[in-house]
C-alpha cells in the first residue's frame, strides 16, 4: 500500500491523497488552497500524478479545499469515473460555479491572477459525478471486484463522508472532515457504527483545541444578540454559506421562536440564499427532527418569509445595508474576503449600536481576522477600503470539525494499525500524535509518499468487529442497469397504498418503488416519471423541495383529460365554490399548474383542479393577442353564453337513471356556445338536479326534485312541450319551445316574444282539452 500526498497534509488547504491498494490507484479529494499565501500555488502537487494516474476519483465532501482543484484534475483524466454523495454533487456545485465566477473577475485584472479552470471545465466535471448514497458501498472499479468503497456518515457538513477502503491488501478509512457533535442541520458521525481499519487517514484540523459546550455557545450567541437588538442595533453574522449561515439561522429561528430574541426579521444574502435552497432539497439526510419539521409543519426549513426569514434580492441589498431597523443579516463570506458580507460590514462596522459576530476559523490575512484582532477606534483594512471600527465584534465557536478529544475517540474505535494525521497545522497534528501510545503514526509532509506494509495483521477486536449500518448491502453500481424505469402511475400506486395521506420526497417514492435496490443512481429515472405527476399527484413545493401528495383514485381519473390541455384551448374554471368563469389556455400543464387567462382575471397560474371542464374548443388565434384583449375575447363570449337557451331540467329528465358525462354532453351538441353554456350551467346550477361524483353526474330522484315547488311547475311547463298554450296576466301566449333554468320563451298572436319566469306562467286550461 502506498500513499501520496499532493495536499492537505501538514496544512489545511488543497486535500488531495493518491491511495495505491491491492494494485489499484483512487485520487482522494482534488482541493485547492483558497488563501494561498505569495509564493505558494493554490493546487496540489499535480506532477506527482505521472507516476501512477488514478483509475477512479472519489470525493468526501464539498468544502473547497476538497473539490477546487477538481475541475482541472477531471479534465486531466476525462475518462475517470468519480464518485460522490448525492448532497456533495449539489453544493460542490454551487462552490464551484462561484468560485470560477470569482477567478475570471480576478482574471481581468491587470495584475489579477488567471483562472484555474473555466465554467465549462466546471461543468463537464460536475456531469460526470456518480452519486453515492450514505452507508452505501460501491465498486468503483469495474473490474475489480473485491475492492469496495463505502461512503460513512462523517458529520461536519451536509453529505460530508468518510471513505471506507476494503481490499485483498487491507482496510483504509480516509475521514474525510469528521464532526462527533450533532449539529442541528446533520447528525454527527455515528461513532458505533465505525469499523476497524488497517490504516486510518484522519484530519487533525483541531488536534490541539478543545471546544466548549456546544449549546453554551449557542446561548451565549442568542444573548448578544438579543443584547444588540435591545439597544436598536443590528447584527452581521458573517458565515460560511455551507453549512455554518444554515446552522446559524437554525439557532437563531429557534431562540427567536421561544422568545429569547426579540422577533425582528432575519436576512440571508450571498451564497448562503442558494446553499440553504440545496440543503432543502437533500431532506433524506438531514437532521432527523428537521425532516420532521418539513412533514409536520409543511414549511421551507430557511427561507419562509411567514416567518420573517428573507433571502435578500440583489435590489434590495442597498437599502438593507442603509437601513438603521434592528435586524439580523447572515451572508457569506464567513471571513469577510468576499461575497455580500463585506457589504454590510463596512456600514455595521461603523455604527456604535450594531454587532459583527463571527463564528468560524478566519484566515490570518482576512479581514475578519483583523476585526477580531482590532480595538473600538482602530482602522481596519477590507479589500480596498479602510474603516474605523465603532461596533461591538464577537466570536464564538459553532465548529464543524471534532476537537482534539473527539477524534482520539473516534481513532479508538477504529482501532489502525497505522494512524496518518492530516489537514491540519504542523502543532495541531503533534499535539494529538502525542495523545496516542500504542498506535504507529505519520504525519506526512506535502509531495511525501508513505509506503505501508503490505501484509495484514489481524488484531484480536477490542470493540465489536466492523459494524456497518444493517442498510448497508454491497450493490456494486452497474446492477441499476438490470432495474426497472417506473411509470409515474408506478410511483402513485406505491404512495397510495403505503401512505396516501402524506406528502411525499422524489427520494422516498423511489424507495418505495425501488425497496432496497434503491440508490441516489437511479433518482433520476424517478425524477423522468415524475415529469408528468400532475394527474396522479398534488405537486407542492417547500423552498427548493417539490413534494408529492397522491390523489385520490377518483381525482387521478377525473383530472386525466386535463393534462393533455394544449395552449389555446378553451376550458370552464372554477376556484372553490365560486361561479364559473371561462379561460384561454396559455401554457400546458406542468408542475400541477397551469396558464390560463380567464375573462375575470388577466393570465395567471392556477392549480390544475380548478380547471372543471374541458369543452375541446380552441381558439389558438387568440394567443398571440394582449392578456387583456384576451380576457375582453372571453367576456364577450360569456355574454352570449348567458343568452343560450340550455336547461338542465331536460338535461336531467332524459337522463332519469343513468349518469351523465361532459363529453357525452359534447357529442351530442355541436355548437361550441351551447357546449359552454351547459358547462358553465352544470357547474353552477347542476348540485340541485344531480349529484356530482369525480366527472359523472347522477340525476337526482324525480320525488326529491318534485318537492320543490317551482320545479314542479318548471317541469310542466316542458313537458307540455312548444307549441302548448300559457296563461299570462290574463292574455293567452304559446311556449317557442325554448327554455333555461329560469326563464321560458313565449310568443302571442302578434308574434311578440318575452322571456318569462317559470312561476308567472301557468298552462291554459284548454291545452287538456285539445
Ligand atoms: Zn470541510
Ligand atoms: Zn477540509
Known amino acids: 500500500m502506498e500513499i501520496t500526498f499532493l495536499g492537505g497534509a501538514s496544512e489545511v488547504g488543497a486535500s488531495c491523497h493518491l491511495l495505491r491498494i491491492a494494485g489499484r490507484t483512487f485520487l482522494i479529494d482534488g482541493g485547492m488552497r483558497p488563501a494561498a499565501r505569495e509564493g505558494q500555488s493554490r493546487l496540489p502537487d499535480l506532477s506527482l500524478l505521472d507516476r501512477h494516474p488514478p483509475e477512479a476519483i472519489l470525493i468526501t465532501h464539498a468544502h473547497i479545499d476538497h473539490t477546487g482543484a477538481m475541475p482541472l484534475i477531471a479534465s486531466l483524466f476525462p475518462h475517470l469515473p468519480i464518485y460522490a454523495t448525492e448532497a456533495t454533487k449539489v453544493l460542490t456545485e454551487i462552490l464551484l460555479r462561484d468560485s470560477v465566477r470569482i477567478m475570471e473577475i480576478e482574471g481581468l485584472k491587470p495584475d489579477g491572477e488567471t483562472p484555474l479552470y473555466t465554467a465549462d471545465q466546471v461543468d463537464a466535471f460536475l456531469g460526470r459525478i456518480t452519486p453515492v448514497g450514505l452507508d452505501q458501498s460501491i465498486q468503483p472499479l469495474a473490474d475489480a471486484p473485491d475492492l469496495l468503497v463505502t461512503f460513512l456518515r462523517a458529520g461536519h457538513i451536509l453529505g460530508a463522508a468518510m471513505l471506507y477502503i476494503t481490499s485483498p491488501e487491507g482496510t483504509v478509512l480516509h475521514t474525510g472532515d469528521i464532526s462527533v457533535t450533532d449539529q442541528r442541520t446533520i447528525k454527527g458521525l455515528d461513532l458505533t457504527s465505525l469499523p476497524q481499519a488497517d490504516v486510518m487517514i484522519c484530519e487533525g484540523t483541531y488536534g490541539n483545541r478543545s471546544h466548549t459546550n456546544r449549546k453554551e455557545e449557542e446561548r451565549k450567541l442568542a444573548e448578544t444578540v438579543q443584547a444588540t437588538l435591545e439597544q436598536g442595533g443590528r447584527v452581521l453574522c458573517p458565515a460560511f454559506a455551507v453549512g455554518r449561515a444554515q446552522e446559524i439561522v437554525l439557532i437563531l429561528k429557534s431562540y427567536r421562536a421561544s422568545g429569547h430574541v426579540s422577533p425582528v426579521p432575519i436576512f440571508l444574502d450571498g451564497m448562503v440564499r442558494s446553499v440553504c435552497q440545496a440543503y432543502q432539497s437533500q431532506v433524506h439526510d438531514l437532521h432527523p427532527s428537521l425532516q420532521r419539521y418539513l412533514t ?197 400506486e406505491r404512495a397510495r397504498t403505503q401512505g396516501p395521506q402524506r406528502p411525499w420526497t422524489v427520494v422516498e417514492l423511489g424507495k418505495a418503488y425501488y425497496g432496497a435496490s434503491y440508490m441516489p443512481t437511479l433518482r433520476s429515472r424517478v425524477e423522468v416519471a415524475l415529469k408528468g405527476a400532475a394527474p396522479y399527484f398534488k ?152 349529484k356530482r361524483q369525480g366527472g359523472r353526474w347522477y340525476p337526482i330522484g324525480e320525488e326529491v326534485v318534485r318537492k320543490n315547488v317551482g320545479f314542479v311547475q318548471h317541469l310542466e311547463l316542458l313537458q307540455a312541450g312548444a307549441g302548448a298554450a300559457v296563461w299570462l296576466n290574463g292574455e293567452r301566449w304559446t311556449l317557442t319551445g325554448r327554455s333555461n333554468w329560469k326563464l321560458f320563451e313565449i310568443r302571442n298572436h302578434d308574434g311578440e316574444v318575452r322571456h318569462v319566469r317559470a312561476n308567472l306562467l301557468s298552462l291554459y286550461p284548454s291545452v287538456e282539452a285539445s
Open 296 to 492: 409536520n409543519a409543511r414549511r421551507p426549513l430557511f427561507t419562509d418569509p411567514d416567518l420573517h426569514l428573507y433571502a435578500v434580492r440583489a435590489h434590495q441589498r442597498q437599502a438593507l445595508i442603509a437601513s438603521k431597523k434592528p435586524a439580523i443579516v447572515i451572508s457569506s463570506s464567513g471571513m469577510l474576503s468576499g461575497g455580500a458580507s463585506p457589504l454590510y460590514a463596512a456600514e455595521v462596522a461603523t455604527r456604535e449600536k450594531d454587532c459583527l459576530l463571527f463564528t468560524g476559523y478566519q484566515d490570518e490575512e482576512a479581514p475578519g481576522a483583523a476585526f477580531l484582532a482590532a480595538k473600538r477606534g482602530d482602522t481596519v483594512k477590507m479589500g480596498d477600503k479602510w474603516v474605523q471600527l465603532a461596533c461591538r465584534v464577537e466570536r464564538y465557536n459553532l465548529s464543524g470539525h471534532a476537537d482534539a478529544e473527539q477524534i482520539v475517540h473516534t481513532v479508538t474505535k477504529v482501532r489502525p494499525r497505522t494512524l496518518i494525521l492530516v489537514h491540519g497545522a504542523p502543532e495541531a497534528l503533534e499535539a494529538l500524535a502525542n495523545r496516542f501510545s500504542r498506535i504507529e503514526i505519520e504525519i506526512p509532509g506535502p509531495g511525501e509518499t508513505l509506503v505501508l506494509t503490505p501484509t495484514r495483521v489481524e488484531l484480536p477486536p477490542l470493540i465489536e468487529p466492523p459494524v456497518l449500518s444493517e442498510k448497508s448491502d454491497v450493490v456494486p453500481l452497474p446492477v441499476t442497469v438490470d432495474l426497472p424505469d417506473p411509470t409515474v402511475r408506478d410511483l402513485w
Open 539 to 690: 405537486l407542492r413545493t417547500m423552498g427548493a423541495q417539490m413534494i408529492y401528495l397522491p390523489r385520490p383514485q377518483e381525482e387521478v381519473e377525473e383530472l386525466h383529460p386535463l393534462t393533455m390541455l394544449t395552449p389555446g384551448e378553451l376550458v370552464i374554471v372554477q376556484g372553490g365554490k365560486g361561479t364559473p368563469h371561462l379561460g384561454l389556455v396559455l401554457a400546458g400543464p406542468s408542475n400541477g399548474q397551469v396558464a390560463l387567462v380567464s375573462d375575470q382575471w388577466k393570465a395567471g397560474e392556477k392549480p390544475l383542479q380548478m380547471v372543471q371542464l374541458v369543452p375541446g374548443i380552441e381558439r389558438k388565434q387568440w394567443l398571440v393577442l394582449e392578456h387583456s384583449e384576451i380576457k375582453q375575447q372571453l367576456q364577450q363570449w360569456h355574454k352570449a353564453i348567458e343568452q343560450a337557451w340550455v336547461d338542465l331540467f331536460v338535461l336531467w329528465t332524459r337522463q332519469q337513471g343513468q349518469p351523465l358525462t361532459y363529453e357525452q354532453l359534447c357529442q351530442q351538441t355541436a355548437d361550441e356556445t351551447e357546449r359552454l353554456a351547459y358547462g358553465i350551467e352544470l357547474l353552477a346550477k347542476g348540485a340541485q338536479l344531480f
